[in-house]
């Protein structure tokens, strides 16, 4: 409000108009750098991340002529002296009396040993005093189909060694698509959900499942994604997790240093994620560092006798955590040094060894409040600033800590933005009501609030995994398409339309899921594959041509990044009709865009909206109207319902926001 009551002075002063918008926007810029997103842009790495080595894991040591190893390092975190931690598997075929010992490293929680006769590819476990455990830091675990396609019989759940080095040495990989000060429109799903129904050669999907990670490198989808204006590609988490095939099951990670191996092998990951980067698409880690779990898997594959839980430190407490979460799960212990450790290494190494180019952090607000959270979230983000300064941060939470998004150098934690549950609660809210009951003081509050609360890098979203999926009243619990007035066609792409463009225009960083755009029915519990096929609608070839349009638009003009967005994002709230225009103007230039968007069922004739300015409707705005300047308003002809409008314009002098 601050700023606001300055400009009015200084335009009531009878002073330039360029002087009063130069003003305005050089503030909102000085408030913009206390963030991390702008201090990242341009920052140089401080370490080389392909020098990063973890503390645990297998190291290769010695290879032969032709690069292949001949010795390897063992090393796990034991972080009690009394354990008797030994290795069995491929290279002892098995037998118990030829397990090797680790030994305790002098002053030190880690035990290690030397190794010979090892393959890439060999299955193992650890024994932890007489009883065969997963070693947590294992790059790989063997899952049926995994083994099938390996030409292995059984099912049973091992760690695998695998030549990390050789896919990290050939990180001739394009670079991690960079990010940083610019707009961000990122979709989010499943993995194997992204292909399920996609069409190849008379089929729909993979053969079979685990050839996903290969389907996708070369089925063509990915340059449908990259037609859908789309730059950073969100997974569901891909380490891996439970056998289920439900999409929540890919949140009970046992192995965060691990792909998840029923999809392909760590070599075809690597090059699936290079597919991506090539395309200018970055694929962005949905981390689980919140829980972990003690139970699941059936049969051999059971994960009680064999998960993390296991271990036990020498004070008789569980070594990686033993606090119970909300999933019934445990949480990691975060106030141990050498856990918080083992899950920095964790991403690091997705980042070294297969180029990926974001971080979700799951659950921030619970690892947050941990004992020893903060500390962790600082350590992280503080080692992937000085190995890879240009991968995107961003934060699940629900409640209010401006000290998340603040500029490391500041006293932050480093994120690049957070989500924006706020708005997804004006969304949550208002989507299913009829235009009258729609409250625009709450979308402004929206708006507005959170550069109040020094948090305004947020991530916009009119859907998401957890909200097309669970039930929560209001708009959740099932895709937008089947939310909104009964699934009628007009509803749904005119809904879709308004909604989706506000969520897209009225910030820098955006995120929602294929089947938004495809207006699918159902929810994500139900039918979580994205129906490719919807594509032929011509109501969803409609909508893709508008948003493919408006995306364009979006990421490649200045006035949308960060660094020029500002608290007065409404420039004009009419209440009555539900219709709001956004301004999106690059610092100190004249010119920008205004974006009507009617959030009505109602045609409006003559429209009115207050601004001194020149006008010209640009031809990607969903429905043509004609367009006059006058004086201090600009008018429209008629508005559609849920029509967007897209305006470029060069304004003369700011006008108060008000109607």
Not at 465 to 477: C, F, I, Y
Request: aromatic share 12%; glycine share 8%; with cysteine.
């Amino acid at each position: 409000m601050r700023i606001i009551f300055i400009c009015a002075l200084l335009a009531s002063g009878h002073l330039y108009a360029d002087d009063c918008v130069k003003s305005f926007f050089r503030m909102s810029n000085l408030q913009n750098d206390s963030y991390e997103a702008t201090r990242t842009i341009g920052l140089k790495p401080t370490k080389q991340i392909k020098k990063f080595q973890p503390q645990t894991g297998i190291r290769v040591t010695k290879r032969n002529s032709n690069g292949a190893p001949i010795e390897i390092r063992l090393r796990v975190l034991s972080d009690n002296p009394q354990n008797q931690i030994g290795v069995i598997g491929d290279f002892n075929q098995w037998d118990s009396n030829r397990i090797v010992w680790l030994k305790p490293e002098p002053n030190s929680p880690y035990f290690s040993a030397t190794l010979v006769g090892w393959r890439s590819g060999d299955q193992y476990r650890l024994v932890l005093n007489g009883e065969q455990v997963l070693d947590p830091s294992a790059a790989v675990y063997s899952s049926k189909p995994f083994n099938s396609k390996s030409g292995r019989e059984g099912e049973f759940l091992n760690s695998i060694f695998w030549d990390l080095d050789q896919i990290a040495s050939n990180r001739y990989f394009k670079k991690i698509p960079d990010l940083r000060g610019r707009p961000v429109v990122a979709t989010e799903i499943e993995i194997f959900e992204l292909v399920r129904h996609w069409p190849k050669e008379g089929r729909f999907g993979p053969a079979s499942v685990e050839h996903t990670y290969e389907f996708i490198r070369t089925s063509g989808v990915i340059a449908e994604i990259k037609k859908m204006g789309i730059n950073a590609i969100e997974f569901l988490p891909f380490n891996a997790s439970d056998d289920g095939s439900r999409w929540d099951k890919r949140y009970l990670v046992y192995g965060l240093f691990s792909i998840e191996s029923r999809y392909g092998s760590p070599q075809e990951f690597a090059e699936m994620v290079k597919a991506f980067n090539e395309a200018g698409i970055s694929v962005v880690m949905d981390m689980v560092a919140s829980h972990y779990p003690h139970w699941g898997n059936e049969g051999v594959r059971n994960i009680e006798p064999i998960g993390l839980h296991r271990w036990i430190k020498a004070d008789g407490r569980k070594l990686f955590g033993e606090d119970p979460s909300p999933w019934k799960t445990l949480r990691y212990d975060y106030a141990n040094r050498f856990v918080r450790r083992y899950l920095i290494d964790a991403a690091l190494l997705m980042i070294k060894n297969y180029g990926i180019g974001g971080i979700r952090l799951d659950n921030y607000d619970g690892i947050k409040s941990a004992p020893g959270g903060e500390q962790f979230l600082l350590e992280l983000m503080t080692e992937i600033r000085a190995y890879a300064p240009q991968i995107w941060a961003n934060s699940e939470m629900f409640f209010g800590d401006n000290r998340v998004t603040r500029r490391m150098d500041q006293g932050g934690f480093g994120m690049d933005v957070r989500s924006h549950s706020d708005f997804f609660d004006f969304i949550k809210e208002f989507a299913q009501k009829p235009t009258e009951e729609i409250d625009m003081e709450i979308l402004r509050r929206a708006l507005r609030d959170p550069w109040a609360w020094q948090e305004a890098a947020r991530l916009f979203y009119l859907t998401n995994h957890d909200e097309a999926s669970n039930d929560r009243g209001g708009a959740t619990g099932r895709y937008f398409a089947s939310l909104v007035d009964g699934g009628d066609p007009f509803f749904v792409e005119g809904k879709t339309r308004a909604f989706a463009a506000l969520a897209l225009l009225a910030g820098s960083y955006f995120l929602d899921m294929p089947q938004l755009r495809l207006m699918q029915k159902g929810s994500f519990n139900t039918n979580p594959g994205v129906q490719w096929e919807n594509r032929n609608d011509p109501r969803v070839k409609s909508l893709q041509t508008l948003f493919t349009q408006l995306i364009e638009l979006f990421v490649n003009n200045p006035a949308f990044t960060f660094s020029n967005q500002d608290l007065n994002i409404e420039h004009w709230i009419d209440y009555e009709n539900k219709v709001i225009v956004l301004k999106r103007q690059e610092t100190d230039r004249s010119e920008g865009f205004f974006i009507v968007i009617n959030l009505g069922h109602r045609e409006l004739k003559n429209w009115q909206f207050g601004a001194n300015s020149t006008a010209v409707l640009l031809e990607l705005s969903s429905h043509s109207t004609k367009i006059k300047s006058l004086g201090d308003r600009i008018e429209l002809d008629h508005l559609a319902p849920y029509g967007v409008y897209v305006i470029k314009a060069a304004w003369i002098e700011p006008v108060p926001n008000s109607k």
